[in-house]
């Protein structure tokens, strides 16, 4: 059973960089044909996909979100990682780390962490 | 962009009713949908995928269709632990993931 959690700060300064990170256990984030994905939720909205990554590919980011955002996995430590810099406000919400399965042509989210909450605030 | 329009946004049902949420696509995606239910302060649980494909140990009440741009979530005898938000998702356009807006399921 591939299980995911996400560690980091709860509170991150306007300006400053959001870095959190996503260990995986029961699996290898190298193995396999899964992607590495990182998904918010800002407070009682909808989810908003960041971005994903291969193990041995190049990350794929939204585009909104592309020209700050850093996501990156570490083999040796079976870990994800994902860097936001200039944070404002509207950067608070709940970040998961998920595992996007390929099956065919449809790709989609099989296992997630629990989910961090950022709060961005001076 | 292609945009995901969830309807309604928000239900109160019964137990034991039948339950049905729509998606509707900006533009076509073919069957590459996939639905989720989030509970309070939880991460999102897979459901279907592939528009009408049960992820495993997802009770068989739970059955999705459509294709192109038009897709329903059914629950065909709605139980209490079924409360909750469900999320639509395409994969069409992999290069921009997009969520539906969510449905508020209330017992």
């Known amino acids: 059973q591939v299980q995911l959690q996400e560690s980091g700060p709860g509170l991150v300064k306007p300006a400053q960089t959001l870095s959190l990170t996503c260990g995986v256990s029961g699996g290898s984030i190298s193995s396999g044909a899964e992607y590495w994905t990182w998904i918010r939720q800002h407070p009682g909205k909808a989810l908003e996909w960041i971005g994903f990554i291969y193990h041995s590919g190049s990350p794929y980011y939204n585009p909104s979100l592309k020209s700050r955002t850093i996501i990156s996995v570490d083999t040796s430590k079976n870990q994800l990682s994902l860097r936001l810099n200039s944070v404002t406000a509207a950067d608070t919400a709940m970040y998961f780390c998920?595992?996007?399965?390929?099956?065919?042509?449809?790709?989609?989210?099989?296992?997630w962490g629990q989910g961090i909450l950022v709060t961005v605030s001076s | 962009d292609i945009q995901m329009t969830q309807s309604p946004s928000s239900l109160s049902a019964s137990v034991g009713d039948r339950v049905t949420i729509t998606c509707r696509a900006s533009d076509g995606i073919s069957n590459y949908l996939h639905w989720y239910q989030q509970k309070p302060g939880k991460a999102p649980k897979l459901l279907i995928y592939?528009?009408?494909i049960l992820q495993s140990g997802v009770p068989s009440r739970f059955s999705g269709s459509g294709s192109g741009s038009h897709f329903t979530l059914t629950i065909s005898s709605l139980q209490p632990e079924d409360f909750g938000t469900y999320y639509c998702q395409q994969s069409f356009n992999t290069l921009l993931i997009t969520f539906g807006g969510g449905t508020k399921v209330e017992i």
């Open positions: 998920a595992r996007m399965r390929r099956d065919g042509s449809n790709y989609f989210f099989d296992y």
């Open positions: 592939g528009a009408s």
